[in-house]
């Protein structure tokens, strides 16, 4: 019974957020930090309503050494409002562009300057990662990018994709690893208290000097870094 009841409640938040946010978009049109307002927007009401228990250490994130790439461990469509908690000033986020027709949500995500990229068309997908290397460049903004390329419905983190980290050495720019907890599997919803999510942000990884040679051991150490980070704070959930 409480589990429908969430999902009630979560279904009209999400429609109430989604208005509230394109008509934020509306006002101040792909502008960069919108996508941290509406992060929040949904995030904040949607914690409380779901009864989860976010506890962030993110240190590294909040005071990101300028424009970055974001790597982020994407479990399941949840992570818009657990990360949400977290999102830093100016991020935009990459997605497939099928999202543009959500209803609402869609119509936000594209006014809030996130970048929708084609993965069925390589070159327009090209195109749109030469548009992100420049916006890392030129227009202080970051970006943040799930590297899986899908969710992992909390089975572990599955490879990673090279995009992110080509991406973040043609700019020049540093990778900020964001770490959740295994959540998907754990969280009740027909509990009052659902569950506790631990987020952690790891030191920056600068990419100066580094070439397309380097994306390989660049992508290995992320990914042991945070599966390490991952399974420390899995530990520490267990141990209460």
């Not at 307002?37 to 409380?48: E, I, Q, V």
């Not at 989860?52 to 399941?76: E, F, M, Y």
């Not at 949400?84 to 562009?97: F, L, Q, S, Y």
Request: charged share 15%.
């Amino acid at each position: 019974m409480l589990f429908l009841l969430r999902m009630l409640l979560m279904g009209l938040h999400f429609m109430i957020a989604g208005v509230l946010g394109v008509l934020i978009g509306i006002c101040r049109p792909f502008n960069p930090d919108n996508s941290r307002l509406c992060a929040r927007l949904y995030a904040l009401p949607a914690m409380r309503i779901l009864g989860l228990n976010v506890k962030a250490d993110v240190d590294s994130l909040r005071n990101k050494p300028g424009t970055c790439v974001v790597i982020a461990n994407h479990q399941s469509n949840y992570d818009l409002f657990v990360f949400g908690n977290v999102v830093p000033h100016r991020t935009v986020c990459i997605a497939k562009k099928s999202l543009k027709w959500v209803p609402l949500f869609g119509q936000l995500f594209w006014l809030a300057g996130n970048v929708l990229i084609d993965r069925g068309n390589a070159h327009k997908a090209r195109r749109a990662m030469l548009t992100t290397t420049h916006t890392l460049q030129h227009e202080d903004t970051s970006i943040w990018v799930f590297p899986e390329g899908t969710r992992n419905l909390g089975k572990g983190l599955l490879p990673f994709k090279k995009g992110a980290f080509h991406m973040a050495i043609a700019a020049g720019v540093p990778i900020v690893q964001v770490c959740v907890s295994n959540y998907v599997k754990q969280m009740q919803l027909n509990r009052w208290h659902s569950g506790d999510v631990l987020i952690r942000s790891l030191a920056p990884i600068p990419t100066v000097g580094m070439t397309a040679d380097d994306v390989p051991g660049l992508m290995q150490a992320c990914q042991a870094q945070m599966d390490a980070c991952i399974a420390q704070m899995d530990r520490e959930l267990r141990a209460g």
